[in-house]
């Protein structure tokens, strides 16, 4: 049994006792696939986390195409350092909070944002003004160490005045709070922050770019293959299948987890129990950019 699984991990062994629908729900299930850059970004997070309390805290900026694994990342921080009840105190304790920036430079939806992710009662018709207390008194109420904001490029749907009174209700969170911040976004968030001296220099870029052949992605590939609970091994790091999962992927961490997702199902299903070219060219795969192509025909 063991010889026969050894290309799988521990927890994709068990996962072979299952039925085939429910080892199918377990492929779907999402799942973190760790790989060097990833554990590097989230050790600066974590000395981040710990910073002492100045009236300049350092951020980050997390800049990645879309289906970089930005969003992942930051989740997989958030999860590390869950919120807690703190029953000898006044209020639960929120280490991390994580938000998405609201589809403009809009003030006062950012903090109904973080409001609601607290579930804090609030009025969404109240002033500006009024909720900037409000998320103030209760942001510091619950010890919050670390603000992350998801799709920061958002603010770039707006005037150029709105971009710079955004940005700068950014930077007086940071300061009244004593925290660091983390954006996460295109390279267009990049060009958005720059723009503002203070904040740029501030804010530690850091990039996801798009895969290569490589080492590093060979590594990645052998830790989804043993991740993925199919009775055979797929041998995904062979040098022709790297490729062809590279170009169908496009280098993007996401399209390459949903590809493999989407193959091993179809392994299992159709009874092959591994990815191989056959599975790949039975899935009519559809690759980033083409489909970018079919919607702009659309149009």
Do not use: C
Request: net charge positive; proline share 6%.
């Amino acid at each position: 049994m063991a010889d026969a699984t050894s290309h799988l991990n521990e927890t994709a062994q068990v996962a072979l006792q299952l039925s085939e629908e429910d080892r199918i729900e377990r492929i779907r299930s999402s799942r973190w696939i760790g790989y060097s850059r990833a554990k590097k970004t989230l050790s600066q997070l974590e000395d981040m986390l710990t910073h002492p309390k100045t009236h300049r805290m350092p951020s980050l900026l997390i800049v990645g195409d879309t289906n970089a694994g930005k969003t992942m990342l930051a989740n997989r921080f958030v999860q590390s350092h869950p919120a807690w009840d703190n029953p000898d105190g006044d209020a639960a304790v929120v280490p991390v909070v994580m938000v998405q920036a609201p589809p403009g430079p809009d003030e006062s939806r950012l903090y109904n944002g973080i409001l609601e992710t607290l579930f804090v009662p609030h009025q969404p018709r109240d002033s500006v003004a009024k909720k900037q207390v409000q998320v103030l008194r209760i942001l510091k109420h619950v010890g919050l160490r670390m603000l992350i904001i998801d799709e920061i490029h958002n603010i770039l749907s707006g005037p150029v005045s709105k971009q710079r009174q955004f940005l700068n209700v950014l930077k007086y969170l940071s300061n009244d709070l004593q925290i660091p911040l983390v954006g996460l976004g295109t390279k267009e968030a990049l060009r958005a922050i720059q723009a503002d001296p203070q904040l740029a220099s501030r804010f530690t870029p850091v990039a996801l770019p798009p895969w290569r052949i490589g080492r590093e992605f060979l590594m990645l590939l052998a830790s989804f293959e043993q991740a993925l609970p199919l009775r055979r091994p797929s041998k995904l790091i062979e040098e022709r299948m790297a490729r062809k999962l590279l170009a169908m992927s496009e280098g993007s961490l996401g399209e390459l987890s949903a590809l493999l997702t989407a193959g091993a199902i179809y392994a299992v299903r159709s009874g092959s129990e591994k990815i191989n070219h056959k599975v790949l060219a039975a899935l009519d795969w559809v690759s980033p950019s083409e489909r970018r192509l079919q919607a702009e025909r659309l149009v």
